[in-house]
């Protein structure tokens, strides 16, 4: 009877060890799968944000050549960021965003910042249709000064 019992032990450590060796193997085959539905994933991303950006570049041009007003003084700022590009380098200029005392909201209205900052909304206005126009943009904004003290 011990016989036999040690005979079934070491049949079952013989398949146990099989049984190990396979899942080792199926394990290694689901992580080379799950790296790979991760580059795919990034690939798929990459190519939807070339599409994002592909589409609203049509958009703009359909606009534009159609001469429907692109930017107007309601739109809100985040609108405004998907029409073109160099919204942001156009409202840089301006001094709208891009630091904590000149942060605007995505929801501002082009017309509010303009207010709360006091902004001259009609040349940010001629700067924004300046793209539109396609002219480069951002260059209209007010002239910068730096913040550099001299003294004698």
Do not use: W
């Not at 049949?11 to 199926?26: D, H, K, S, Y």
């Not at 700022?77 to 919204?87: T, Y």
């Amino acid at each position: 009877m011990e016989i036999i019992a040690l005979i079934a032990a070491v049949l079952a450590l013989i398949v146990a060890f099989f049984a190990m060796r396979r899942a080792g193997a199926l394990a290694e085959r689901a992580d080379r799968a799950a790296s790979s539905v991760v580059e795919l994933r990034s690939a798929l991303n990459e190519t939807n944000d070339k599409l994002d950006a592909a589409l609203t570049d049509l958009r703009f041009e359909q606009r534009r050549q159609s001469g429907e007003t692109i930017f107007t003084p309601t739109m809100t700022i985040a609108d405004a960021l998907q029409v073109h590009p160099k919204v942001s380098e156009v409202l840089a200029s301006f001094h709208l965003g891009g630091c904590s005392s000149c942060a605007v909201s995505d929801v501002d209205t082009i017309e509010g910042a303009c207010q709360t900052y006091g902004i001259d909304q009609a040349a940010l206005m001629g700067a924004l249709n300046g793209l539109a126009g396609g002219a480069s943009g951002g260059s209209a904004g007010p002239a910068k000064t730096p913040n550099i003290k001299v003294s004698f």
